[in-house]
């Protein structure tokens, strides 16, 4: 137990602390930026298994910030390649890597087989699948997203209210790392404050960091933050599904106006057209966009218009 002595020494960790993070299962979505340095911290503390998932590969454009791969790993799959690095880091945790999205047909028994879930994956879709997940099962949420120059991290489900319950409503548009750039530091220490938020959950310490939020500005050197215990859960939260959940008599109605329709049974309506829809007594409204952020926003605006059914699908992966 040599290599963990460091932090055994902790009063708050000791040889029961180190034992109760080896019996522990952390499920990490996303090997990308906030994951790298999740993964390196969760195993290098000795989490006795990490079960990792992430679709992607390798790529050139990424490596600024996901430093834990190398330029002869490009092309790889993402998930093989961090899982043979955190081997090599601590044989003694256990790692299961899927090279697959997640989306609401796996998450729930990826999710429910673990202690403790981290969303690394920071899209819109991902974050809102897991954590109705966690809140489903009483499972605790790591959230976090990154962009630019400043990141949030925040202790969601279990004990505390969902990820929806912060964020009720989202933007309008969201931008990516694509678009509005991101600094690998940021990134990196967003992904560190998740990994200690991890760990504490683990180890059961008090103050507990679910229901917190922690915010990074690093183009003001600022950090704040603020307990969101009571927030309360929207009162008709829009679920996403997965495509094999469509069912026959759905309504499928394709928000992209770039995009031919995913279906040939889907209709094509832009999302500044959704207000005035009236559908049909008795069906379910399935509004599909690339990201679910227009089919969130395009969802809300058709709820407050008309009482039934609407569920969402995200297409991208």
């Avoid at 630019?148 to 969601?156: D, E, H, N, Q, T």
């Avoid at 379910?284 to 218009?305: D, E, K, P, S, Y």
Wanted: aromatic content about 4%.
């Amino acid at each position: 137990m040599t290599r963990y002595a460091r932090q055994m020494v902790l009063p708050e960790i000791g040889a029961d602390g180190q034992a109760r993070l080896s019996r522990a299962h952390v499920l990490v979505v996303g090997a990308g930026g906030l994951g790298v340095p999740v993964l390196q911290y969760l195993a290098g503390a000795g989490v006795g298994k990490i079960t990792l998932l992430d679709g992607d590969t390798v790529a050139e454009h990424n490596l600024h910030r996901q430093p834990l791969y190398r330029m002869d790993q490009i092309g790889q799959p993402k998930a093989l390649a961090a899982a043979a690095a955190l081997q090599a880091l601590n044989p003694e945790t256990e790692i299961v890597a899927y090279c697959e999205w997640l989306d609401p047909a796996n998450a729930p028994k990826l999710g429910g087989a673990s202690d403790l879930v981290l969303d690394c994956a920071d899209t819109f879709a991902v974050s809102l699948t897991l954590s109705d997940t966690c809140r489903d099962s009483g499972k605790p949420l790591i959230a976090a997203s990154a962009l630019a120059l400043s990141g949030y991290v925040a202790g969601c489900c279990g004990a505390a209210p969902s990820l929806r319950a912060i964020f009720p409503d989202l933007p309008e548009r969201g931008a990516t790392c694509a678009t509005a750039g991101v600094m690998g530091p940021v990134v990196g220490t967003i992904g560190a404050l998740q990994a200690q938020m991890a760990l504490s959950v683990l180890l059961g310490l008090s103050p507990s960091p679910l229901g917190q939020l922690v915010s990074l500005d690093a183009a003001r050197w600022r950090m704040g933050g603020f307990r969101f215990d009571g927030a309360p859960e929207p009162a008709r939260p829009l679920p996403f599904i997965a495509r094999n959940d469509i069912g026959e008599d759905d309504l499928l109605i394709d928000l992209r106006a770039e995009s031919a329709p995913f279906s040939t049974a889907a209709r094509h309506i832009p999302p500044d057209a959704i207000a005035s829809l009236r559908p049909p007594s008795g069906a379910r409204v399935v509004l599909a966009c690339a990201t679910g952020l227009r089919a969130h926003n395009a969802g809300q605006i058709l709820q407050a218009n008309w009482g039934g059914d609407i569920a969402l699908l995200a297409l991208t992966h």
